[in-house]
Structure formats: C-alpha cells, structure tokens
C-alpha cells in the first residue's frame, strides 16, 4: 500500500498548526485566570 506524501504530508501540518493554536489559546486562558484570581 503506496502511501500519497503529498497529503500525508498536508494533514500532518494541519494537525500540527491545529495543536500550537489549541496550546496558545489554552496557554492565553491560564494567563487570564491567574490574573482574576490575584
């Protein structure tokens, strides 16, 4: 089975471009919680 990199390729990207964003947004919600609870 011939794996197609080109879009093996376009999906690894996107998962990986999906989970920075997930952890600077989670990372920008810690942040603004903390600075409530001060």
């Known amino acids: 089975?011939?794996?197609?990199?080109?879009?093996f390729a376009r999906?690894?990207?996107v998962?990986?471009?999906?989970?920075?964003?997930?952890?600077l947004l989670l990372?920008?919600?810690a942040k603004k919680t903390r600075?409530?609870?001060q």
């Not at 089975?1 to 879009?7: A, N, P, R, V």
């Not at 998962?15 to 952890?23: K, P, Q």
Request: aromatic letters at 12%; zero cysteines.
């Open 1 to 7: 089975m011939l794996l197609d990199k080109g879009k």
């Open 11 to 13: 999906h690894f990207a």
């Open 15 to 23: 998962s990986y471009l999906v989970m920075i964003e997930f952890l």
């Open 27 to 29: 990372g920008m919600i």
């Open 35 to 37: 600075n409530i609870t």
